[in-house]
């Protein structure tokens, strides 16, 4: 009588599935594609060239009093290289079409506040032999619903942990290198009042922030962003806001 196989391929077949297992899983190559930093804005024509010379941010500020959100220009490079071959009619792949970022925000200790995603649009091209080519992509990194949500006045100091995606030209999804961004939040921080601001007649030192202040006082151009990083004089603001026009009304404020 035949002896029934069963038996003899059991063990073959454990081996095959221990084998599976032990095969790694699909993983993002966060070195493909990576987050070089946020970059600043040109004060001058408020654009931000997406260039690997490009002026970085070493952390941002938000002023609760102008804005209730925080948008930065993400430098973003691509190292995946060129495939594509015009004598083998063969089309380029390896270039990235951005759609958007995870964030994932933390207090200055390391805790978690939120995480959630944001669509944004860009685009990089594939690099050229070793060195990488660089796109930019417009973040909304802390959304005007999160200030709702969460209480960031009373944190001070907030980590943006942030991770671009896309899709290369051949539908190959990539998620960037994770960049860590500081901002600190402040109520009325930008806000500066100029010597020239001063009113004389006023003895304890008060200012001419005001809507009547005469033709001689500071004048500056806005910010790029208002209530983002670049501080601006207490004049450009002084009809809409107390804290403009009187420094006591700012809790920013220090002589």
Not at 7 to 31: F, H, I, R, V
Not at 127 to 156: F, H, T, W
Not at 197 to 206: H, K
């Amino acid at each position: 009588m035949r002896r029934t196989p069963t038996k003899s391929l059991l063990p073959a077949l454990l081996l095959t599935l221990g084998s599976l297992s032990l095969t790694p899983s699909c993983a993002d190559n966060n070195s493909s594609m990576f987050a070089v930093g946020v970059m600043a804005l040109d004060p001058s024509t408020c654009i931000a060239e997406p260039d690997e010379t490009a002026t970085m941010l070493t952390g941002g500020v938000m002023d609760l009093a102008f804005t209730q959100n925080y948008t930065g220009i993400v430098l973003v490079g691509n190292q995946l290289t060129q495939r594509g071959s015009r004598e083998q009619l063969r089309t380029e792949t390896s270039r990235v079409t951005l759609r958007g970022a995870e964030i994932r925000l933390t207090n200055a200790a390391g805790k978690e506040l939120d995480n959630y995603s944001t669509v944004g649009t860009g685009f990089v091209n594939a690099a050229d032999g070793e060195v990488a080519s660089y796109g930019a992509m417009s973040v909304n990194i802390i959304p005007s619903a999160l200030v709702a949500k969460v209480d960031l006045a009373n944190e001070g100091l907030v980590v943006a942990k942030i991770r671009v995606f896309g899709d290369t030209l051949g539908n190959t999804a990539v998620t960037s290198s994770e960049l860590n961004f500081p901002i600190r939040i402040c109520t009325g921080c930008l806000v500066t009042y100029p010597s020239d601001a001063a009113d004389p007649t006023n003895m304890n030192g008060g200012y001419l922030c005001t809507k009547g202040a005469s033709a001689g006082t500071t004048t500056t151009e806005l910010p790029c962003i208002i209530g983002q990083d670049q501080s601006f004089p207490c004049t450009a603001c002084s009809a809409a806001m107390d804290l403009c026009h009187d420094p006591a009304q700012n809790p920013s404020y220090g002589p």
